[in-house]
């Protein structure tokens, strides 16, 4: 168990010196955008939130596909907070997740504050809330207790946990254990299932039932219900890797080695079944622990599989966050691998056609993310595979190789990139208005402009979310839908806060993987004078270049009368030195002879400023900016929450 570093200290310090003289659009763009989501967060709270934090909502809990609706509403509220949000953001945000929490266990879903049992395709969506609660404030007791004790649910002698077999043992799992069967949900599959059409069929080897209108006959519905209650809800399911989260996040308050060694050797399972399998990350392993075991020996065919409903979209997903998390357990660039290869085996097999010309199970994403230039020959990977081979060809999702490239920073997944630019037939550079369910999906401009070929991106990027919190507003203005009987998507659809464009610009990192990833940020923030993570008010942080050895960030401070003090850190977790740091410095002529009509000419020159720890102090004068090339040496700390 290692010693938890005390929080942002002061360390070396540096004062700007360079006269702002016009403000940077993107600065003003970026001060209004943190404006606008604190009166947004606000006016979603008072329309949808009773007095206790829950959300108003009086319908049937059998309508429901799971707790993780209620909470995705508020998933980037902490994360705002984190980045510099209101003061109160972070009572609000844990003031919901309580209400929530207490309307949930009412309603039947939770067990000790925990999901009694569901996929971890949709517990990791509901999970974003918990985990970015635990990072914005690790002194809180209540959260580090829930922390540890939600882990616990998955350690070795654990309900859900087979420590012979090393598996997850059911699909559905939680606090009540292992939930064999897929609970109320299909008891019947049956063509009524609109929603669900465009996936096909979940079982595909079901005598007399070999396509979608075949269900139509209420006994083929009731077989494939009963044969999916049987095969999909038993045994460990490749999404179940996104519960190693769980155990880093509880990790990452004081080292303890229980949730490192678990999340490592569930992790490790599952590459040793992919290395058995050519390579292939397979989706299902029945209770003995074989592959394919509920499947007829296919390594595809699980819930939340290869095969149905969403293939690469959520086992890669699962993937790429288990990579994620083994890398911050290890440091190891070779633990990305199993995130890594899904990639690869999918990108083998691209075909070059038109989004318009492509049948795809989810055409309304990519039609709206590629806009008119949706018709266009592009890159297209297969996302689910069956008996007949790979299908259902879509663009490539780019969170998923980001994210491994933005761990690494290594020339690898930096080609990976390279390749995936060069066969698209869109634009890279566009920033097209758009907001998807992950708040993602603008990472293709943005690495043009952090490789010098997309300027504008910024103000572009900016101007997009401020338009779409706009938006947002307008919805909530104009919904007067009942209450007691709205879908339980609703209150996502409309929650008016945005972090996408911030977390790039302000701190060089990528949205976070939707499904259950942590946050490991690529510099964060603290208030020197107010003890809280952020940005100070009126401060405004870019961030233009990421490379393996270091971060060159602009801060300009646009008040007029307060002098800012900034806590600048290499990674969230602490994890990163700053070995030195190149800093711009003006010159004394600045504001010049009150008798002149024009301002001086505002000269810059730079010094070296040795660091050599993970924090640097910037104090921040009224009308000044400082740019910072750091200079670090990645991981060498261990990562940890950082108390403030």
Known sequence: ????????????????????????????????????????????????????????????????????????????????????????????????????????????????????????????????????????????????????????????????????????????????????????????????????????????????IAEWADLGDPSNAARMGAAMNERLGRGDVAVNLAATSLAVNAWLYDGDDRYRDWALRYIGAWERRAAANGGILPDNVGLSGEVGELHGGRWYGGTYGWQWPHGLYSVGAAAAIAAVNAHLLTGDEAALAIGRDPLEIVYDQAVQAGVTETEMSTSDRWLAELGDEAGKPTMLVPNRHDDGGWFDFQPPQLGLPVWLWYTSLGRQDADRLDRLRAASGYDWATVRPFRNKEEA?????????????????????????????????????????????????????????????????????????????????????????????????????????????????????????????????????????????????????????????????ITESEREVTVDGPRLVVELPPGRRIRLDLHTTARVRTPSHQYH
């Open 1 to 208: 168990m290692r010693t938890v570093s005390p929080g942002p200290a002061n360390g070396p310090s540096v004062t700007a010196t360079v006269p702002l003289g016009v403000p940077p659009v993107w600065a003003v763009l970026e001060r209004r955008l943190f404006d606008a989501l604190d009166e947004a967060w606000r006016a979603f709270a008072a329309r949808y939130c009773g007095p206790d934090g829950r959300l108003v909502y009086h319908g049937p809990a059998a309508d429901r596909d799971g707790a993780d609706d209620f909470y995705e509403a508020f998933f980037n509220w902490p994360t705002l907070y984190q980045l510099g949000g209101a003061d109160d953001l972070l009572d609000a945000s844990k003031h919901h997740w309580e209400g929530v929490t207490a309307q949930l266990t009412e309603l039947g879903y939770l067990v000790d504050e925990f999901e009694r049992g569901y996929d971890w395709f949709h517990q990791g969506e509901s999970l974003l809330l918990f985990y970015g609660i635990c990072a914005a404030d690790p002194r809180d007791e209540r959260f580090r207790e829930r922390a540890r004790r939600f882990a616990d649910l998955y350690l070795p002698g654990s309900a859900n946990y087979d420590a012979e077999h090393d598996i997850i043992r059911a699909p559905h799992n939680g606090a009540g254990g292992p939930r064999y069967g897929l609970q109320w949900e299909w008891a019947s599959y049956h063509t009524d299932l609109i929603s669900m059409r465009p996936y096909g069929l979940p079982l595909r080897d079901l005598p007399g």
């Open 441 to 601: 999906g603008h990472e293709a401009p943005w690495l043009e402009f952090l490789r010098g070929a997309n300027p504008g991106f910024p103000e572009a990027m900016l101007s997009t979310a401020l338009g779409q919190v706009q938006r947002r507003m307008a919805l909530i203005d104009a919904d007067h839908e009942d209450l007691s009987a709205i879908h339980v998507h609703h209150w996502q659809r409309l929650n008016p806060v945005l972090t996408e464009a911030l977390l790039q610009l302000v701190t060089g990192t990528p949205q976070v993987l939707y499904n259950g990833g942590l946050l490991p940020t690529r510099l964060a923030y603290f208030d020197a004078d107010r003890h809280r993570p952020g940005l100070p008010r009126d401060v405004a942080a870019l961030v233009d270049s990421v490379r393996p050895d270091g971060t060159r960030v602009e801060l300009v401070n646009l008040g007029l009368t307060h002098t800012r003090r900034v806590v600048l850190q290499a990674g969230a977790f602490g994890e990163h030195r700053i070995d030195r740091a190149v800093v711009t410095r003006g010159d004394e002529d600045y504001p010049g002879d009150p008798r002149a009509y024009t301002t001086p000419p």
